[in-house]
């Protein structure tokens, strides 16, 4: 089973530079890949897949959120592989949601994000198999927990 706490402290620690890959010597075959995730990922030679891939704050700005999440999942161990998603997208209340979708054209075209993109729809349509979801911040902000479906196989 995956810790996800310690996943999360980590991510955590890395993105506000208090803490490095030195303070986790239990994850030295961490691997980051800067890329488009919707484009093939090249895996590291001595690597088939991946136990966990992680994907935080994508799915707003890229052209195509779905094909994305089921490239994660091509990459992902079936049997026992998480994808770890920490999102934003549409709230819980509507009133919430009517603002989101006035403003979004203006903040799409300033800052290249949709920030009403539904995103359990979106995981959803991928195929992806969730997990967990936790919602925070009147339910705009998505941690998400899946693994890939059998549909997702690499070979497939």
Not at 25 to 47: G, T
Not at 90 to 107: F, K, M, Q, T, V
Not at 135 to 141: A, E, I, K
Request: charged share 25%; glycine share 6%; aromatic share 8%.
């Amino acid at each position: 089973m995956v810790d996800t706490s310690a996943i999360y402290q980590f991510l955590v620690n890395c993105l506000t530079n208090t803490g490095d890959i030195e303070q986790h010597p239990k994850y030295k075959n961490i691997s980051f890949i800067v890329q488009d995730a919707a484009e093939p990922i090249e895996l590291p030679p001595a690597r088939k897949e991946y136990d966990t891939v992680i994907q935080s704050m994508g799915l707003c700005s890229h052209r195509s959120p779905v094909d994305l999440l089921r490239n994660l999942g091509k990459v992902c161990k079936k049997d026992s592989g998480k994808i770890i998603l920490l999102e934003h997208g549409r709230s819980h209340y509507e009133w919430l949601n009517n603002i989101l979708d006035s403003l979004a054209p203006e903040h799409a075209e300033r800052w290249g994000c949709w920030w009403n993109r539904d995103v359990e729809g979106i995981v959803k349509e991928s195929g992806l198999v969730v997990e967990k979801v936790s919602r925070y911040h009147f339910g705009t902000t998505y941690w998400i927990e899946a693994r890939p479906a059998e549909s997702l196989a690499p070979n497939s």
